[in-house]
């Protein structure tokens, strides 16, 4: 492993701008209790906890599980099983599923991208259930899938019945599932082209018009928000979980079972503004930058660039002295041929005794060494 000490480290840290990890909390001290079954509050970029009340006590969530099934559906797209544009029969089953819909029309086909913003503006049922029976044949068959995405994002306390959550014995979760799920969404970029959706009139293959009214009214009346989910039964009662951006902080929020909808969004900015206010984000390497050496093996060429695929930061408590963090890169036995895009190895950042990983990849192309260059290369030592 080598082990670098950047200089721009340094220079935040004089400057008083470095942001240095801090402990995990599960109470905050002056933060009352907030008026819910369940609450947590996380940071978006590492994942730590900021505040919990009963976060791992599962409950039923309603229709944040459609959470879930939107990630499902945005990563078959991405692996290419999937396109924006495929075009869905709706079923019969799907059109009749009843509660919150777009009132998609069976047998017609809608484009994946429309039923993706029914999902996650309007919390469609009969768009969750289109989307689950196009990619696993059948909704019970999703939920198999949908289950098996939860234990690998470590939803340790989470069962999926359906891809709706509508009511259903045997479904459940926690707060702190629910935000990990929420986090691992909010990694698609794409998603936030439907999560900032307020109000829209969608056209239907037949000419039929339906008014989409986004259910989160928290990314129109609370200017940090970006994204999140909605859900409501009456054993549920009323949930949020919410993703809101401030500068470079980024924070999830969830709140389950509220006695009212007012009272789900009124706690969810009260445990927002909470995280904004004692946390601050910052930045280090910036997503893309070539800041990295790796070193090649049998190529032209000894050493590529490579870059971050994600911001590398690091976050403190407002008010806390800034502190030096150490940035270690661990580059794979990487090979000639490689790739610009190709993942070359991993960037840990630790601060306080708390570490972030972030992966590393090739900014440029290596082509494998030929017979000129190793003469080169002879040559050389030679001089």
Known sequence: MKKIVFFLIAILAVFGLFAPFTAKTATAEGFSPVKAKSACLIDKRTGELLYGQNENTEFPIASM???????????????????????????????????????????????????LK???????????????????????????????????????????????GLPKEGGHSTAHDVALMLRELTEHERYYDYSKIWLEDYVHP??????????????????????????????AK??????????????????????????????????????????KSEVIVKKGDAVFTCPIKGGAVKEIKAYSGEDVTVLRKTGESPTDAE??????????PVKTGDAVGECTVTEGGKSYTVKLYAAEDAKKAGIGDIFGKIAKEWN
């Not at 037949?206 to 054993?235: A, I």
Request: with cysteine; glycine share 8%; proline share 1%.
């Open 65 to 115: 599980v459609k959470i879930m099934t939107a990630l499902l559906t945005f990563e078959e797209i991405e692996k290419g099983n999937l396109s924006f544009d495929e075009k869905v029969v709706v079923s019969d089953t799907a059109a009749g599923m009843g509660g919150s819909q777009m009132f998609l029309d069976r047998g017609l086909e809608y484009p994946v991208t429309d039923l």
């Open 118 to 164: 029914g999902v996650i503006v309007v919390s469609a049922n009969d768009a969750c259930v289109a989307l689950a029976e196009r990619i696993s044949g059948a909704e019970e068959v999703f939920v198999d899938k949908m289950n098996a995405r939860a234990k690998e994002l470590q939803m340790q306390n989470t069962v999926f019945v359906n891809a709706t």
């Open 206 to 235: 037949d000419g039929r018009v339906t008014t989409l009214t986004n259910t989160n009214k928290f990314v129109r009346f609370y200017e940090e928000c970006d994204g999140g989910k909605t859900g409501f039964t009456s054993e």
């Open 238 to 279: 009323f949930c949020l979980a919410a993703s809101a951006t401030r500068g470079d902080t980024k924070l999830i929020s969830v709140v389950i079972g509220a006695e009212d909808g007012k009272t789900r969004f009124n706690e969810s900015k009260r445990l927002l503004s909470y995280g904004f206010a004692s946390y």
């Open 327 to 336: 940035v270690d890169t661990l580059f794979y036995n990487v090979k000639a």
